[in-house]
C-alpha cells in the first residue's frame, strides 16, 4: 500500500522536475514569492494546526527541546516566509558553466551545474524544514518528496498544501512540492528503496533516523549529521571571551545541531574558569555532568559516565571534562566527535592555526561559538541540514549542494579514430 502511494508521488515528481528543470531563475523566484506570501496570508490556518501537534507533543511528554522545535509562532512564520524570499534573492547555480575548454581536436567540453531531479527528504518534528526543504529544492530545479515526522504531521500537511498550492500559481509543474503523510515507518523503507524514481535521499533528524535511512537505502543518500560538537577553552584564552561563547553555544538554543554538548576546560585554567561558568550556567536551567576534575570545583555536578562523552543531549545537559593539553582536547573530540562543528577558544595563534588543520569537522571554529554553523549564518540562505560527509557536500547544503553537473560538448562533425 505504501510503496504503490510513494511510488505514483515520485512519478508525479518525476514528471515535474524534467519541467522545472527548464524552468528560469525568474520563473522559479516568482514561484518563492507566491509561496512566501501564502504562508503569511494562511498563518491562523497553520497556527490552529500547530496547536493540535504541541497539545499532542505535549501529551506524549516530549522534551522541551523537542516542544520548541515543534512550535510555530506568528513570528516563526514570517521567518519561514522571509526565507523564501531570500532564497529567491540568492544567485541561481542551474545552468552555470563552471569551466569550458577546447581540446586539440577542436572539441568544446565544458562543465554546467543542473538540478539532482527528484529529491526526498526525511526529517522530525521541524514543520519549518518542510518550507526551507520546498524552497530550496524547486529554487535548485528539483522536485521535493516530504516525509516529516509524526509528531508534526497537521502542521505538515497543512503548510504543504498552502505551498504545493502556491507554487503551481506562481508557475511551477504539479507535483514539484509532495508530502508523504502516512506517519507509518513502512512509508520511509518504501521510499528508501525507491530506485530510479528517487535520485537522493536526505535525512535530517536524529541519529536513530540518520541509522535507519543509511542502513536501509539502496537510493543513494546525503548524510546530515549528528551534532556532538564541542568547544575547548584553553589556558590562553580570554576567560571573558570564552564565557560568552560557552553561554551562547550550550544555551541559545539547546535542541538544534550546532549546540555545544560537552566543554573541554585546559587544567591551567580549570580553577579560575569553571567554577563561575558552571554556577551561571546552573542559574541558565542547564543540568552539568562532569569528570572527577569538574565535580571537585563544583560539588553540585552529576558524574559523567562514558555515555555521557558520546550523547547528543539537543536538551539542557552538558558533559564537561579538564583536560591537560590541546592534545589531549583533540583526541577526545577526535574520539567522541561527529565531524559536524567544533571550536577553540585561545590567543595562540599557532595552536589556532593546529586546531583548524587537525579537527576533522564540516566546520572549526576559532573563538566562536558553534551555533553560526547554519546555511543563513554563512550567507547562503536556507539550508536543506548540514552535511558530516566527504563526499558531494559538506557543511551547511545551501543551493548548489542540491544540483550536480554534466558535461556538454560541442563539436563540428569530429569522430573519433
Known sequence: MFEQEIRSKAEKAGRAARTLAGLSAGEKNGALMHMAEAL?????????????????????????????????????????????????????PVGEVESMWVRPNGIQVGRV???????????????????????????????????????????????????????????????????????????????????????????????????????????????????????????????????KIVINAKCQRPGVCNAMETLLVHSGVADRFLPGILEKLRELGVEVRGDQRVRALAGWVKEAVEEDWAT????????????????????????????????????????????????DAAAVYVNASTRFTDGYQFGFGAEIGISTQKLHARGPMGLKELTTYKYVIYGSGQVRT
Open 40 to 92: 503569511v496570508r494562511e498563518t491562523p490556518a497553520i497556527l490552529e494546526a500547530n496547536r493540535a501537534d504541541v497539545q499532542a507533543g505535549l501529551e506524549k511528554g516530549l522534551s522541551k527541546a523537542l516542544i520548541d522545535r515543534l512550535l510555530l509562532t506568528p513570528e516563526r512564520i514570517l521567518d519561514m516566509a522571509q526565507g523564501l524570499k531570500e532564497v529567491a534573492g540568492l544567485p541561481d
Open 312 to 359: 547528543e543531549y539537543l536538551d539542557l545537559i552538558l558533559a564537561v571534562k579538564v583536560v591537560d593539553s590541546p592534545d589531549e582536547a583533540m583526541d577526545h573530540i577526535h574520539r567522541f566527535g561527529t565531524k559536524h562543528s567544533e571550536a577553540i577558544v585561545t590567543r595562540d595563534y599557532d595552536l589556532a592555526r593546529r586546531f583548524l588543520k587537525e579537527v
Open 113 to 243: 551545474r543542473v538540478p539532482l531531479g527528484v529529491i526526498g527528504i526525511i526529517y522530525e518534528a521541524r514543520p519549518n524544514v518542510t518550507v526551507d526543504a520546498a524552497g530550496l529544492c524547486i529554487k535548485a530545479g528539483n522536485a521535493v518528496l516530504l516525509r516529516g515526522g509524526s509528531e508534526a504531521i497537521n502542521s505538515n500537511k497543512v503548510i504543504t498544501g498552502i505551498i504545493a498550492e502556491a507554487s503551481v500559481k506562481g508557475g511551477v509543474p504539479e507535483g514539484a512540492v509532495q508530502l508523504v503523510e502516512s506517519t507509518d515507518r513502512a512509508a520511509v523503507y518504501a521510499m528508501l528503496k525507491m530506485n530510479g524514481l528517487i535520485d537522493v535521499v536526505i535525512p535530517r533528524g536524529g541519529a536513530g533516523l540518520i541509522r535507519t535511512v543509511i542502513e536501509n537505502a539502496t537510493v543513494p543518500v546525503i548524510e546530515t549529521g549528528v551534532g556532538n560538537c564541542h568547544v575547548y577553552v584553553d589556558d590562553s584564552a580570554d576567560l571573558e571571551m570564552a564565557a
